[in-house]
């Protein structure tokens, strides 16, 4: 056997009400306090945590070396709840190696995948559960609960991608979707 290239199988169990991934699986917990700057409404954001300071989402991602040929993957629960009108979301990010793709599952509950090109390209997939969306090299991504239950979604990347968050502090993100008349609504801002 070739030790140098072995690497022991494994599985892990999902359970698609909770989103929980159990061992080796890794808990990543983000705060309202952890997106400042990130929602449309600055001042619904400092009222909001003023308050309190609500758990936004969790992500239990399962550990793999972070090389080349390695698949990282995880779940995703982004709980309901808004800023103002804006619906709770994941910060969103490029890949730090931008010709990295991915693929999203969604396992329970309702959302939105949001998508962005550094071209001023935009778009918008409803997700529910079975909904499996592909984005592409070099589309930045981010994700939304715009139901009343947990949003949940399964993904899978390569395993050298990494997380590039400083282009979307800087620029924001280019399409939106707040609750106007009690539904969702995508707004592009151009
Ligand atoms: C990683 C993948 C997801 C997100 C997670 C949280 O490439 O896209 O695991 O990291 O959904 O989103 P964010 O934008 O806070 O990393
Ligand atoms: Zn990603």
Same mark, same amino acid.
């Given at each position: ?29 983000? &705060? ?10 600055? $001042? ?7 308050? !309190?300071?609500? %758990?936004?989402?969790?992500? !239990? $991602? ?39 793709? $991915? ?21 918008? %997939? !409803? ?20 139901? &009343? ?21 800087? !620029?924001?993100?280019?399409?939106? %979707? ?13």
């Amino acid at each position: 056997m070739n030790q140098e290239r072995f690497m022991e199988p494994f599985s892990v169990n999902i359970d698609f009400d909770t989103g929980r991934v159990s061992a080796p699986a890794r808990l990543i917990t983000r &705060s309202l306090s952890n997106l400042e700057g990130f929602f449309h409404d600055g $001042e619904a954001y400092k009222t909001l945590l003023a308050d !309190h300071d609500p %758990v936004l989402y969790q992500v !239990h $991602e399962i550990p793999v070396p972070n090389a080349e040929g390695h698949l990282l993957s995880c779940t995703t629960l982004i709980y309901p709840g808004k800023v103002g009108r804006e619906y709770f979301f994941t910060k969103g990010h490029f890949h730090t190696i931008e010709n990295r793709a $991915e693929i999203y599952t969604c396992l329970r509950g309702e959302g939105y995948l949001l998508m962005a090109t550094r071209d001023g390209e935009s778009r918008a %997939v !409803h997700m529910k559960p079975g909904i499996s969306a592909y984005i592409p090299p070099y589309w930045s991504h981010r994700t939304l609960n715009c139901g &009343s239950e947990p949003f949940i979604f399964h993904g899978v990347w390569p395993a050298d991608a990494g997380h590039d968050y400083d282009s979307i502090v800087d !620029h924001g993100f280019p399409v939106r %979707v707040f609750e106007e008349n009690g539904k969702p609504v995508v707004r592009k801002e151009n």
